[in-house]
């Protein structure tokens, strides 16, 4: 007799043998000399329902088990008698090995997402959030075997950080001078004297991988990051962490053409894994009743999946948009030349203007980073965002700038400090390539994937401000 997991169950349709099943009481109903239990354990989205009878020594306690009870049961597996229940289980003995009381908080009946957040150590007990982070899994393994077969290597890119690769200066300081502000070393002006704390400097959480990225590309080629960054924006909508995971790949002796190509290969690639791997899970998380996503999400889904990504420059989107009739469509915000696209433009493009996922490059250098490949027009760097129906932007990338002195001009023009970068600057010194790379939002591509609207609830423990339990 052997343990099996009830995925292994009911995949491999297994029948007629003894079998011990180990998980969590779902829901128990009982009858006057029989009881219904149906036990998850996490390893699928279905659960399996057994049957035991009032012959079981402990059938009182069995009976009046809670939901969240902890139990080992063996029995013989056997065709289900309802249409639902393909196979199920005739159990022999219940081992009851933690058992829950009435302060549970988690019941039988539906939940609400808002108050399952204040829970995040008992919601994965949950349908919902069990299917959500199986599809992460499956997601992340998608990751990694989409790169490796491409011939990429996985680098581990530092979490602490001396530099502002963004620019926007969002970022949490580590300082070990912090624990008692009135007795740390101060400067001359009365500043934190940095010189004395732990790594000699001030230090960061890392908000990207990308600038170590593009060192490692230097010398094996290609490479991808894929770990947890960090951004202090005091934003508390559906659509931000402080704490999440980025994806992202840098290539050697690429231009922006072909990790826009590779970027198309990636969405679909995930879509597709999804689709394949953890199709119970997307259609319980549509089919659920508090669901926002659209009925046809899956169909969306596949629609992208099957398309061909539409490419235009910035200023053919900025033309497109400029020319939509107020009374058809209004747009909030400007679409001048100039103007940064919002999602409402970026979903227009691709939901109702081209009704296919669309590729947006050469956007103009004023609103965005110093370290994009800068046009011979002056005016535009070689950035892209992919946008796709249903959320607008999913991706962003550019080709980087492999001049030193256009590098170092530009960096100039934004008044930045180049001290820092001393190491990123040599790049540019010691055979420079062309390189090019995008990012994506770990979270950002699970909410687009299980059509859940709020990215709190695609992390395990979402950190955003005023919030750090658990």
């Not at 099996?4 to 349709?13: A, F, P, V, Y």
């Not at 354990?41 to 069995?62: K, M, R």
């Not at 005091?234 to 590779?262: G, K, Q, Y």
Request: overall charge negative; hydrophobic content about 40%; aromatic content about 10%.
């Amino acid at each position: 007799m052997s343990r099996l997991m009830i995925k292994n169950i009911l995949s491999e349709k297994i029948i007629d043998v003894d079998v011990t099943v180990k998980g969590w009481i779902r829901s128990v109903r009982n009858s006057k000399k029989f009881s219904f239990l149906v036990l998850n354990d996490g390893s699928c989205q279905a659960s399996l329902q057994i049957i035991v009878d009032e012959i079981l020594p402990n059938y009182a306690q069995v009976a009046g088990l809670l939901t969240g009870s902890a139990v080992a049961i063996t029995g013989r597996l056997v065709r289900g008698g309802g249409k639902t229940q393909v196979i199920e289980m005739q159990g022999r003995s219940v081992e009851i090995i933690g058992l829950v009381d009435e302060s549970y908080p988690l019941q039988k009946k539906a939940t609400s997402l808002e108050f399952l957040r204040e829970q995040a150590h008992l919601r994965i007990r949950t349908n919902t959030f069990g299917a959500i982070m199986r599809v992460r899994h499956h997601l992340a393994m998608a990751t990694h075997e989409f790169f490796s077969k491409r011939g990429f290597f996985y680098l581990n890119s530092p979490i602490i950080s001396g530099v502002d690769a963004e620019g926007a200066g969002e970022m949490f300081t580590v300082s070990t001078l912090a624990s008692d502000l009135t007795k740390s070393p101060k400067t001359k002006d009365g500043k934190l004297d940095f010189s004395k704390d732990y790594f000699g400097k001030e230090t960061f959480l890392a908000v990207t991988g990308q600038l170590e990225g593009e060192c490692y590309a230097m010398g094996l080629g290609a490479i991808y990051t894929f770990g947890p960054t960090f951004r202090s924006e005091n934003s508390n909508t559906t659509r931000h962490l402080s704490e999440f995971w980025m994806i992202e790949p840098e290539v050697a002796f690429a231009d922006l053409d072909e990790v826009a190509n590779l970027a198309t290969d990636y969405i679909k690639f995930l879509i597709t894994y999804a689709l394949e791997h953890a199709a119970s899970e997307l259609e319980f998380l549509l089919g659920r009743e508090d669901s926002t996503a659209p009925k046809d999400h899956l169909n969306t889904l596949k629609h992208v999946r099957d398309s061909k990504f539409m490419r235009i420059t910035y200023t053919e989107a900025m033309e497109i948009l400029s020319k939509v009739d107020p009374a058809v469509k209004k747009f909030e915000y400007p679409t001048t030349w100039g103007s940064e696209l919002q999602t409402e433009h970026e979903r227009f493009l691709a939901e109702e203007h081209f009704k296919m996922p669309v590729i947006v490059t050469d956007y103009p250098k004023e609103f965005k980073a110093f370290y994009m490949k800068q046009n011979s027009d002056g005016k535009t760097v070689r950035a892209m965002d992919i946008l796709v129906p249903g959320i607008g932007e999913i991706i962003g990338g550019s080709q980087r700038e492999d001049d030193l002195i256009k590098l170092t001009n530009r960096m100039n023009e934004l008044k930045m400090d180049q001290e820092p970068l001393w190491w990123y600057l040599d790049l540019r010194r010691f055979g420079s390539v062309p390189h090019a790379g995008f990012g994506l939002g770990f979270e950002r591509a699970l909410m687009y994937i299980t059509g859940v609207n709020n990215i709190r609830d695609v992390i395990p423990f979402p950190r955003t401000p005023k919030n750090c339990d658990f």
